[in-house]
């Protein structure tokens, strides 16, 4: 019988590689590493990457396995799921990826500038209804700037054809550089030789699950520079038409902005 969530946060209240902020939103509470990541708990000076809504964290756990030469915090605001990557980054020993429980909205409260090299978001809510919510709105993308360094890269995997299609409208508005983007990553041929190799062979428990469905994986890779004017595009998306894992349109209607 597995742990229930008690016990699971009982567990990571003493880990190590944890640390939970889950009210911070409401109060501004002090973060002691902001802006000493690298000397205070990596202990080295290799690149930050985040990825935000981790999740059970087994992606950012894969990504800290495949490259040792860069340091990994999985962002998420549900402990109970964390504690899987988590307990698993403990039991190998990965020193090079952390976990931070905290809601993504305050996320410029635990970094400093220039301190993170690289984002990840996968499969993250489409947020349909409220753009305001959506990771790759420009609402998030300004927050980013805050800690990401000048054209640093975002990297967006998803099964959401409505967030997809939002997130390229917001590049080309606002004219950020593209380097890669296929509307069906594993079965693209191109994308053997425009992403990593974990790209293609690190999969989310969620993802695994989308690809069973026979859904395509969706991949988009562009950089963040500090100088634009960001702008939300003034365009109607259809809304997805099936039911993602504990997920529906919730709406009515057949397009959103």
Aim: charge should be negative; hydrophobic fraction near 35%.
């Amino acid at each position: 019988m597995g742990k229930g969530k008690l016990a699971k946060f009982a567990d990571m209240e003493t880990y190590e590689n944890v640390f939970q902020y889950p009210y911070s939103v409401v109060d501004h509470v002090s973060f002691d590493l902001q802006g000493h990541w690298r000397e205070q708990y990596f202990h080295n000076d290799n690149p930050i990457v985040l990825e935000l809504g981790c999740g059970k964290g087994e992606y950012a756990v894969e990504l800290a396995r495949n490259y040792p030469d860069k340091n990994f915090i999985g962002v998420d605001i549900k402990g109970a799921r964390m504690w899987t990557g988590a307990t698993q980054a403990l039991n190998e020993g990965l020193k090079n990826v952390a976990f931070l429980r905290t809601n993504i909205e305050i996320i410029d409260r635990f970094f400093a500038k220039d301190e993170v090299q690289e984002i990840w978001l996968t499969f993250s809510d489409p947020q349909m209804k409220n753009p305001r919510k959506r990771l790759t709105s420009t609402y998030f993308l300004e927050r980013y700037r805050h800690f990401l360094v000048d054209n640093g890269t975002i990297h967006l995997k998803t099964d959401s054809n409505f967030l997809f299609t939002y997130t390229t409208f917001v590049a080309e508005k606002n004219q950020l550089p593209v380097d890669f983007r296929t509307e069906d990553l594993y079965h693209d041929v191109l994308s053997a030789q425009n992403v990593e190799p974990a790209t293609l062979s690190v999969q989310t428990y969620y993802e695994s699950m989308w690809i069973a469905r026979g859904l395509n994986i969706k991949y988009m890779r562009w950089h963040l520079p500090h100088t634009v004017a960001l702008e939300e595009p003034d365009v109607e998306i259809e809304l997805d038409d099936y039911r993602s894992y504990h997920r529906d349109k919730r709406s009515s209607k057949d397009k959103a902005k």
